[in-house]
């Protein structure tokens, strides 16, 4: 299974970027992703990767850290085995690596490679 992350970039403080993060490789094609909790993590230098939202395999559930609350939303599509993360009102401590995790009912889990989000002036 493979994680790609796209949508990353500079922005300035206040502007938006939406992430997305595309899953391939799925030995049963994408009726299988419905069974994988999907997060984002984030790592900023000199930090512990932290979770910064993640929603359940059926897209009926959701969880934030609490400093993105009202700010991001993280959503996905099983039909097309993706999962992204609208991120409004940027602020400059949003900046890190961002990576997609995908986490299987069985305990498998996978990263992607991360993308870079930088919010300055």
């Known amino acids: 299974v493979q994680l790609v992350e796209s949508g990353g970039g500079l922005v300035q403080p206040g502007g938006s970027l939406r992430l997305s993060c595309a899953v391939s490789g799925f030995t049963f094609g994408s009726y299988v992703m419905k069974f994988y909790t999907m997060s984002w993590y984030r790592q900023a230098p000199g930090t512990e990767r932290e979770l910064v939202a993640h929603i359940t395999g059926a897209g009926d559930s959701t969880h934030y850290l609490d400093s993105v609350k009202g700010r991001f939303t993280i959503s996905r599509d099983n039909a097309k085995n993706t999962v992204s993360l609208q991120m409004n009102s940027l602020k400059p401590e949003d900046t890190a690596v961002y990576y997609c995790?995908?986490?299987?009912?069985?305990?498998?889990?996978?990263w992607g490679q991360g993308t870079q989000v930088t919010v300055s002036s």
């Open positions: 995790y995908a986490r299987a009912n069985w305990g498998s889990d996978y």
